[in-house]
């Protein structure tokens, strides 16, 4: 598909450009990821009063820095919309047996509803194992292969990843429309590009997965009306990559040789391209921390029967199966 008729078949919320017409609608994750937690703190407001708090219980094993940073944000929003969160901080020296026994007893915990293993984990530590161990019901992550195997199935009975859930959520909530689209997804990984690519053809995309191994990867981008990019590539995805109207949603964070952050697109070139995008940082990093909460109370809500009082926050991935 070209990219004049890439731009023709998106709807008017995408083309719409900034004042001066120049540029791309920037999509504030900021502002949209608030707007989620505040309904999870009404709702879980609501469990609350009917004697269900949900709990969440963070594990980080050794000090990785920036492991460190995104425990201490999800443990803040968790407190912020009323949620009981322990963060157990483990020592680098941890062993796989002790990492498994704190899961173990996690998993026995009634108060807690949702765990969470922050990856990586340092070397030595066998992190599939520990997915594995944790009860698929508290898997908050949604990375336990029960949970992938809801999502590959699309029943909507598991728990999603976080990132791929929020790429969705901001999509939804910004009129970006996915059904029937030419949809690119950068990046295979289990954590963001399958889950992704799979949320994606449930929504009914023409999908796209490109990787490592992908040829000619800029004609294929060019082909999007909808990027995902999720490499860890700073500016891999040049402007000229992106067709004119597109919806770019960039999910990379990478760190510059001058400490600042970027991320897999080339942001002030494609902007001037895309009809939509997301910043980096501001864009799908707040949303993952919104889902994190929400995945918590949708866990807490099942495990304590009370699905019905939650049932209008459907996080994406949640609904009925697509049709064949
Ligand atoms: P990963 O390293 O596990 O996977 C990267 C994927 O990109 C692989 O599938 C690989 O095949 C593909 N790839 C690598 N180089 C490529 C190239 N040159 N061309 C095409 N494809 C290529 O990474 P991940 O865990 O999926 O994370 C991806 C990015 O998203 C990272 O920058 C990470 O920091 C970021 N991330 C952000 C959030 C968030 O909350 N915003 C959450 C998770 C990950």
């Not at 704190?102 to 765990?115: M, P, W």
């Not at 109370?297 to 697509?322: F, H, N």
């Amino acid at each position: 598909m070209s990219a004049e008729r890439a731009t023709e078949a998106l709807p008017d919320a995408e083309r719409a450009r900034d004042a001066g017409g120049r540029g791309a609608r920037i999509l504030d994750g900021r502002a949209i990821a608030q707007a989620v937690r505040g309904e999870v703190r009404e709702l879980a407001r609501a469990l609350v009063g009917r004697g269900v708090v949900p709990g969440l219980a963070v594990v980080l094993v050794g000090d990785d820095p920036a492991s460190q940073v995104y425990v201490k944000n999800k443990d803040r929003a968790a407190h912020e919309v009323g949620f009981a969160v322990r963060t157990l901080r483990l020592g680098a020296e941890t062993t796989q047996e002790e990492l498994l026994g704190t899961v173990r007893e996690l998993n026995g915990d009634r108060a807690v509803h949702a765990i969470l293993v922050q990856l990586p984990l340092p070397r030595g530590l066998d992190a599939a194992a520990v997915l594995r161990a944790i009860d698929p019901a508290k898997d908050v992550d949604g990375l336990h292969p029960e949970n992938v195997a809801e999502l590959v199935l699309g029943s909507g009975r598991g728990l999603v990843p976080c990132t791929p859930a929020g790429c969705l959520e901001l999509c939804d909530r910004s009129g970006i429309a996915l059904a029937g689209r030419r949809v690119v997804v950068l990046g295979r990984s289990n954590l963001v590009g399958k889950p992704l690519a799979l949320l994606a053809l449930a929504r009914d995309a023409t999908l796209t997965v490109c990787h490592s191994r992908t040829r000619e990867l800029a004609d294929v981008v060019r082909e999007a009306e909808v990027l995902f990019a999720a490499v860890g590539r700073a500016a891999l995805v040049r402007g000229d990559w992106v067709a004119e109207g597109a919806a770019v949603i960039d999910v990379g964070i990478n760190r510059l040789p001058d400490g600042r952050l970027c991320g897999d697109v080339d942001f002030e070139a494609a902007r001037e391209r895309a009809g939509a995008i997301t910043p980096v940082p501001g864009g799908v990093g707040p949303m993952t921390i919104a889902m994190l909460v929400r995945n918590t109370l949708l866990a807490a809500a099942r495990q304590s029967g009370l699905e019905g009082v939650i049932a209008a926050s459907t996080p994406a991935g949640q609904e009925p199966s697509a049709p064949a």
